[in-house]
């Protein structure tokens, strides 16, 4: 689930959801990610439709500002990662 893609592109941009780094090898960031339940979507639409049935309200909720949350991080091959910590 947590491929060599997903791992680095969390490591990357961990700090725009952690004010520290929470991890800063490859296998620290899957201990956490496993830890927290993170989750991979296939594509944009994906992470909308996880959020809606999350419950989760945005104040705008076009596709592009929920891509924009914090908690999404783009892995830069479609997917995107989930992380809600």
């Known amino acids: 689930m947590y491929d060599d893609r997903v791992l ?10 952690f ?4 991890a800063s090898t490859r296998e620290e960031a899957k201990g956490f ?3 927290l339940m ?3 979507v296939d594509s944009a ?5 996880y959020f809606e049935e999350e419950g989760v309200d945005f104040d ?3 596709i592009g500002d929920i891509l924009k ?3 999404v991080f783009e892995i830069g091959d479609g ?3 989930i992380v809600e910590g």
Do not use: T
């Open 33 to 35: 990610l496993e830890e």
């Open 19 to 22: 004010d520290e780094p929470v």
């Open 38 to 40: 993170a989750v991979v």
């Open 60 to 62: 705008a909720p076009e």
């Open 79 to 81: 997917r995107y990662l």
């Open 69 to 71: 949350a914090d908690e």
């Open 45 to 49: 639409d994906e992470v909308r439709e």
């Open 8 to 17: 680095d592109a969390f490591l990357k941009d961990q700090g725009k959801l």
